[in-house]
C-alpha cells in the first residue's frame, strides 16, 4: 500500500508564504509524474502544479511566478512553495501521484489534504 501525506498548511496574510510537503511511503518502486491539486468552496477541483520524475515543472497560469513545485526523490517527497499569496489561493490542497509497482499497472495516489486559508 502507499500512503501520501501533506503538511504545511495554515493561516497566513495576504503576500505572505507557505511551503507545502507530500511524503510517499509504502510500496513505491517508482514515483512518476506528481501534483498538487486545490479545491475551494463552490469550485471544481483545479491542477495547481505537476513535476515529472526529471524534475520537469508546470503551472497554472494564475500561480505562475509565484509557486514553485520541487521534489527530492531520495526521499520520495515533493514540496510547493507559495509565494506572494492571494485570498484567492484559498483552498484544500491535495497532492497526487503516479506509483509504479515492479510488477503490473501505476495506479494513481492522493493524500488527505492540507488547509491553506489567505486572510488579512
Known amino acids: 500500500q502507499v500512503q501520501l501525506v501533506e503538511s504545511g498548511g495554515g493561516l497566513v496574510q495576504p503576500g505572505g508564504s507557505l511551503r507545502l510537503s507530500c511524503a510517499a511511503s509504502?510500496?513505491?518502486?517508482?514515483?512518476?509524474?506528481m501534483g498538487w491539486y486545490r479545491r475551494a468552496p463552490g469550485r471544481q477541483r483545479e491542477l495547481v502544479a505537476r513535476i515529472t520524475s526529471g524534475g520537469s515543472a508546470d503551472y497554472v497560469d494564475s500561480v505562475k511566478g509565484r509557486f514553485t513545485m520541487s521534489r527530492d526523490n531520495a526521499k520520495n517527497t515533493v514540496y510547493l512553495q507559495m509565494n506572494s499569496l492571494k485570498p484567492d489561493d484559498t483552498a484544500l490542497y491535495y497532492c497526487?501521484?503516479?506509483?509504479?509497482?515492479?510488477?503490473?499497472?501505476?495506479?494513481?495516489?492522493w493524500g488527505q489534504g492540507t488547509q491553506v486559508t489567505v486572510s488579512s
Open positions: 509504502g510500496s513505491i518502486f517508482r514515483l512518476n509524474t
Open positions: 497526487n501521484a503516479e506509483v509504479e509497482a515492479e510488477i503490473g499497472p501505476s495506479w494513481i495516489y
